[in-house]
C-alpha cells in the first residue's frame, strides 16, 4: 500500500492514540502544566509499533475533503481573498517545506494526547493570532511563523524559561536587548505582545537571509545561529549534505521543528483529528493607545471595563502595578472598549491619598497563579 507523508504521520497518531489509553491521560500532569523551559521532553514509542506494518496494511484512509475545503495557492496577481477567520489565513500561507518521520509522529500524537494543553494554547491564542498573523503577511513571512509562540511558550505572554527566555516569542535578554526590546524597573518589552512579534519577526528575516532556507532559521532561533552555522560547516567540511535534516543539531532543536509541523499537521485538518478548534474572526481583537498619565494597573483595568486578567492579558509587559506615561508606554485594549476607556479616563480624578491608601489596603495585589501555560500572571 503507498501512503504519502501526510497520510503516514496521520495513521502513526492514531495508532499511537489508539494503544495509549484515553485521551488526556497523563501520569505526569503535562496536559495541565506546559513547561517552555522543557522543550526537548520526547514522547515514548508507542508499543503498538511492531504492528505498524499490519496495521498500515488495514488502514482506510477518511474521505477526501469537500473541494472548497481545498488549500490553494492564489496566484500572485490575484486579488487577495477575503478570509472570514484568522486560522483560515494561516492554513493559506504555508511556505516552508513539510516534515515527516517518527519525530512529527510523536509529537502529533503527543499533543492530540493533551487536549486540555492544546485547547488552553488555542484559547490563550485568540487574543493575538489575528495580530501575529496580519504583521506576518505585512512582511510577506510564511504563516508557519504563527505556530511559533505555540512551540516556544504556549501563547502565553508571561511564559519564563529557566533560561530566562520571556514571552510569547521567547527572548533570551540579551537578544531582546539586540532588537530594541527595553527591559527595565518598570516593564520588559519581552513580554510585550506587539514590541516583541515585530521583533521575533524582524529576527527571523535576518535568519533567513542569512541561510536561506526556512527550516535552517528556525533551527537557528532555536538553538542559535552561530551553533547552525557550525553544524552546515563541518557537513561541509566532511562532503556532506547541509540541509536541516542532515545536521547534527542539539536534541532540542531536532525536536523544535517536529513539534511545529505536528501543530501545522492538526491546524490544517482539525477534523481528521477530531479536535474543535473555535473559530478566530479575521478582525483586530486589541488596539494600543499611549498611556498619557501614570496610572493603576487596576484602576485601567476597571476605567476599561474588563477583568483584571484580561488585562494583564494584553498587557503583560508591566513589571509593577503601576503605568507611567510617555508615547512608549502603550495600553492595550480590546477594540470595543477603548472609546469607553478614553472617556472614563478624562472624568477620572485620582482619589485623595488616605483614601487611596485604604483602598490598597482592603485590596492588595493579586498574587501570582500559574495558568495551564506554566507561568505566572500578576
Known sequence: MNLDTGAFATVAAAIALATAGPAGASASGLDLAYRADQPGFRLPAAAADAQLPRLLEEYTPPPAPPPNAAIETAPADASPTPFLYAWDRVRAGFAVPALDGPLVAH??????????????????????????????????????????????????????SSAQASGLWQFIPSTGKAYKLEQGLLLDARRDVISSTAAALSYLQTLFERFGDWQLALAAYNCGET?????????????????????????????????????????????????????????????????????????????????????????????????????????????????????????????????????????????????NGGASIR
Open 107 to 160: 509529537w502529533q500524537t503527543w499533543y492530540l494526547e493533551h487536549p486540555k494543553l492544546l485547547q488552553a494554547m488555542f484559547e490563550r491564542g485568540r487574543r493575538y493570532i489575528f495580530h501575529v498573523v496580519e504583521e506576518i503577511d505585512k512582511r510577506g513571512l510564511p504563516t508557519e511563523l504563527a505556530f511559533l509562540p505555540m512551540v516556544e511558550s504556549g501563547y502565553n505572554p508571561k511564559a519564563l
Open 227 to 371: 551553533a547552525v552555522a557550525r553544524a552546515i560547516a563541518r557537513n561541509k567540511a566532511r562532503g556532506l549534505p547541509t540541509g536541516y535534516k542532515a545536521l547534527a543539531l542539539p536534541e532540542e532543536t531536532r525536536n523544535y521543528l517536529p513539534k511545529l509541523q505536528a501543530l501545522k499537521n492538526i491546524v490544517s485538518h482539525p477534523g481528521a483529528f477530531n479536535i474543535h478548534i473555535e473559530p478566530v474572526p479575521n478582525k483586530p481583537y486589541f488596539a494600543a493607545i499611549a498611556s498619557e498619565r501614570y496610572i493603576d494597573v487596576d484602576v485601567a483595568a476597571r476605567l476599561a471595563d474588563v477583568t483584571l486578567e484580561e488585562f494583564l492579558a494584553l498587557n503583560p509587559s508591566f513589571n509593577l502595578n503601576l503605568i507611567s506615561k510617555g508615547p512608549r508606554n502603550q495600553i492595550v485594549l480590546p477594540v470595543d472598549k477603548v472609546d469607553a476607556f478614553i472617556s472614563n479616563l478624562d472624568n477620572y480624578r485620582e482619589p485623595p491619598k488616605r483614601e487611596k491608601s485604604a483602598e490598597r489596603k482592603a485590596s492588595p495585589k493579586p498574587r501570582a497563579r500559574t495558568t
